[in-house]
Structures are given as C-alpha cells and as structure tokens.
C-alpha cells in the first residue's frame, strides 16, 4: 500500500540509449511532480502536472518529456541518454498546486555509462 | 523567485545533544514552508510545515521549526538527537506546485 511508488528502483543503461521510469500514486491527488537529485544532493524541479495537464515545465532539455495516462500516473521518458543524466530522479504528488506538501516516492537512481 | 539557502552543508553532533539546523528563504508573500529528511538510499520524508498561525510549529520525530519572518528563518530544531537521526535535511519554501529545496544540510551524529 505504497503511497508513491517509482519503477525500477535501480537503471544502468548506456549513453543513447531510450528509457523510461514509471511513477504511480494512490493517494487520490490531483499534481504530480519529477524531480532530479543530483550527485551533491541538489534537488530540482522538472515537471509538474495538474490533472494530466502540464503546469511546470523547467529549463530541461526536450530529450525528458513526461507522460500523464491519468492522474494517478506520470511517467518519464528520457531519449538518447547522455551522462550528465546520471542522477537520483524522485517522483511526487501533492493534493493540489497551491500549498499543499509533496509526497515522495524511494527514487530511481539512473547510471548512464 | 522564492528560494532557500541553508547555510550548514554538513553538521555534527554527540548523540543526545541539541541541534538546529538552519534555513533562510526568500519570498514575496506569505511562504508556504518545509522541512524533509533523506535517509540514505530512500524517499523524503515531511517533518513538518508551517502555511499560517501558530509560528512554532511540531512534527514528527520530537522535531519542531519556528517561523521567524522578520529573519526570513524557518529553523528546525530538537532537544535531544539520536543515532537514528543521521540523515540529509532539506528545507524547502512553496506553494506546492512550485517548490524550491535548499541544497541540504547532512548531520552526523557521534555515538
């Protein structure tokens, strides 16, 4: 009964390839959010979506673009990996986009060797 | 923009002792803000929050934060840290769906 749960926990892959990490939420919330932890800990935005809609869209390049079936998903899919993609990617859900607090889930930590 | 420094990148204590870890934002209007934990290899957790009211706020894990805005401060304290509290902190000003995380203060905690 995980209330965000992100697949795989673990993705080694190599540079240019196509991959894509899921993230589901049972929590009944209506925003969903990607993040990108970096290796010192540095935690970004990335996307936001409210009701399968776009909100947030930061300065990311378009080789990441997410996907929203319904609310209860948003998937990532990233194109022709490089290795500045190496990162922690953390998905998250909020009730709504005003004040709400965010609900993580464990992670993805992507290698891209 | 709203964002958070948070000065400490690293901080150590004696297990037992006290500790405050500190946070500065910025923002424009009334913020919306937060303290996580990172356990190694996990998620984060919400510690706690503070949206309006009561300017000391408690949370989860004997942590408390108060609210200062004359110094732009949110830092969060306990009495009293234990082995198992080792972990990254992140405070992090909103509103929900825009929200900026401070680059984290790791604490050890000496047995």
């Known amino acids: 009964d995980t209330a965000v749960s992100q697949t795989p926990k673990y993705l080694v892959t190599q540079m240019g390839n196509d991959k894509s990490i899921k993230c589901e939420q049972n929590?009944?919330?209506?925003?969903m959010y990607w993040y990108k932890q970096d290796s010192k800990k540095f935690l970004k935005i990335m996307f936001s979506?409210?009701?399968?809609?776009?909100?947030i869209n930061e300065t990311v390049p378009n080789r990441f673009s997410p996907k929203s079936p319904d609310k209860a998903h948003l998937n990532l899919h990233i194109n022709s990996l490089e290795l500045g993609d190496s990162a922690v990617y953390f998905c998250?859900?909020?009730?709504?986009?005003?004040?709400?607090?965010?609900?993580f889930g464990p992670g993805t930590r992507l290698t891209v060797t | 923009a709203q964002s958070v420094t948070q000065p400490d990148i690293h901080i150590t204590v004696s297990e037992g002792a006290s500790l405050e870890l500190r946070c500065n934002y910025s923002?424009?209007?009334?913020?919306?803000l937060f303290w996580y934990v990172q356990s190694p290899g996990q998620g984060l957790q919400l510690l706690l929050k503070y949206f309006s009211g009561d300017t000391l706020v408690q949370g989860i894990k004997g942590f408390e934060a108060e609210f200062k805005r004359s110094q732009s401060s949110f830092n969060l304290r306990k009495p009293s840290v234990h082995w198992s509290d080792a972990a990254e902190y992140f405070c992090?000003?909103?509103?929900?769906?825009?929200?900026?995380f401070g680059a984290g203060t790791r604490l050890t905690v000496k047995p």
């Open positions: 979506y409210n009701n399968k809609e776009l909100i």
């Open positions: 929590l009944g919330h209506d925003t």
């Open positions: 992090a000003v909103g509103p929900g769906s825009d929200m900026r």
């Open positions: 923002y424009g209007a009334t913020p919306y």
């Open positions: 998250a859900s909020s009730r709504g986009v005003r004040s709400y607090e965010q609900y």
